[in-house]
């Protein structure tokens, strides 16, 4: 199955809100999770995918948090994708993409394929993430480690990007939404 916007919210609206507000990165710590939305979704392989989730905190009219979730897709689940765990690949795809230093359009609302194929068809771009190496990347990348292979042949550059979304402290990359991305 390759992963479409559709499939990444369904697997969104699937969601264990309890759970969500239990995690140790919840900054919302004893609020309770009344909804989740897809605010957007980036094709990292056909069947990897970060979302940009908003969720809504708190009793009453409560507030919006917006977190990043791994996805992926999984034929043994009705939404046909769900929350990916540390050994689905997610995170890997995620390093891979910066180390290129790509740049993804966001899933299109009208759904399309997650892979990004150097234009946005049809469906307007409402949202990218830019990736790119911070200092310190390479030494990270070029650590042998078995789960994490190095493609062959990349090439390194430092970033100061304004929002970073971080793994470890050698990686980031950013998320720019509503922007014009000529």
């Keep these: 199955m390759i992963l ?6 369904a697997a969104v609206r699937a969601l264990d809100l309890e759970a969500l507000g239990q995690r140790r990165w919840f900054a919302a710590k004893g609020e309770p999770v009344t909804s989740a939305r897809l605010a957007h979704a980036f094709g990292l392989t056909a069947t990897h995918a970060l ?25 043994d ?15 890997r795809a995620l390093a891979a993409a910066i180390a290129e230093a790509r ?50 042949s990349v090439r390194w550059a ?5 929002h970073r979304l971080c793994l470890g402290t050698a990686c980031c990359s950013r998320a720019i939404a509503g922007s014009s991305l000529g």
């Design 4 to 9: 479409d916007r559709e499939v990444v919210a």
């Design 51 to 75: 979302a940009l989730v908003d969720l809504r905190v708190g009793a009453r009219e409560g507030r919006t948090e917006r977190y990043a979730l791994a996805v992926v897709a999984d034929a």
């Design 77 to 91: 689940v009705p939404e046909g994708a769900r929350e990916a765990d540390e050994t689905d690949g997610v995170w």
């Design 103 to 152: 740049t993804i359009p966001a899933l299109p609302r009208e759904g399309g394929p997650a892979v990004e194929s150097g234009s946005a068809g049809s469906a307007a771009v409402d949202a990218a993430l830019v990736c790119r190496p911070a200092t310190g990347f390479a030494a990270l990348w070029d650590t042998p480690r078995p789960w994490w292979p190095r493609p062959p």
């Design 158 to 162: 430092a970033t100061s990007p304004t």
